[in-house]
């Protein structure tokens, strides 16, 4: 498969990254009946997730800057850096709180029996799609217009001991970042929730 050139646009990846955030809160929060359509989503959610996970492998751009002498270390330090930053952190909270929204609907359902199998899978699944992104330049669509191309070129790639050592490196990566923003998270809600409780309730009289 030809390769594509890579031209870094903040508002593609962004839209990218939160695709899978919109279906996610679809199917897990707001429906309430796993039809044939709904299950054609969670294909594609699962298609699109990496896209969020995807974004942390952009921190190649933020290298490239700090090692390019036409960039100050002014604006490198209170622009760039600052950008880079919020930027991966808004675009992998998507991931997590994508992946923590589907484990909560699993721990629901009566799917609760793949909760435990699921979290390990979908990083798996994730780290597969961001290394075929990234290195093979495959796009989540060729999924959907050359499915089979796709598959020859994961079970080619897969064959090769870098490659899955760089998907290995890739899965660790996205589980242990995951573990550590999942845990913020939950913390957050957390004192939220009792704060929100603390508060006295104001009821309006006529």
């Known amino acids: 498969m030809q390769s594509v050139p890579v031209h870094f646009t903040v508002v593609i990846n962004f839209i990218l990254a939160f695709i899978p955030f919109v ?3 679809y199917l897990f929060k707001v429906s309430h009946h796993r039809s044939v359509f709904w299950w054609l989503l969670l294909g594609v959610f699962i298609v699109f997730l990496p896209n969020s996970a ?4 952009d921190i190649i751009h933020l290298i490239a800057a700090i090692k390019s002498p ?5 604006y490198l330090l209170f622009v760039l850096v600052p950008f880079y930053v919020v930027f991966l952190l808004i675009n992998f909270e998507f991931y997590v709180i994508s992946i923590q929204w589907a484990d909560q609907y699993l721990a ?3 799917l609760g029996s793949l909760r435990k199998a699921f979290v390990p899978v979908i990083h ?3 780290a597969i799609g961001v290394y ?4 093979q330049r ?3 669509s060729d999924i959907i217009h050359q499915p089979i191309m796709v598959f020859r070129d994961v079970l080619f790639d897969i064959s090769g001991g870098k490659s899955v050592l760089v998907i290995i490196a890739l899965f660790v990566l996205f589980y242990v970042l995951y573990q550590l923003v999942s845990r913020v998270n939950n913390v957050i809600t957390a004192k939220l929730k009792v704060h929100m409780a603390s508060q006295p309730m104001n009821v309006s009289t006529l």
């Open 23 to 25: 279906l996610a809160f």
């Open 54 to 57: 995807y974004v942390l492998t």
């Open 70 to 74: 036409e960039i100050s270390s002014r």
């Open 108 to 110: 629901q359902s009566k």
């Open 124 to 126: 798996l699944l994730a």
């Open 132 to 135: 075929l992104g990234r290195f």
């Open 138 to 140: 495959l796009e989540s």
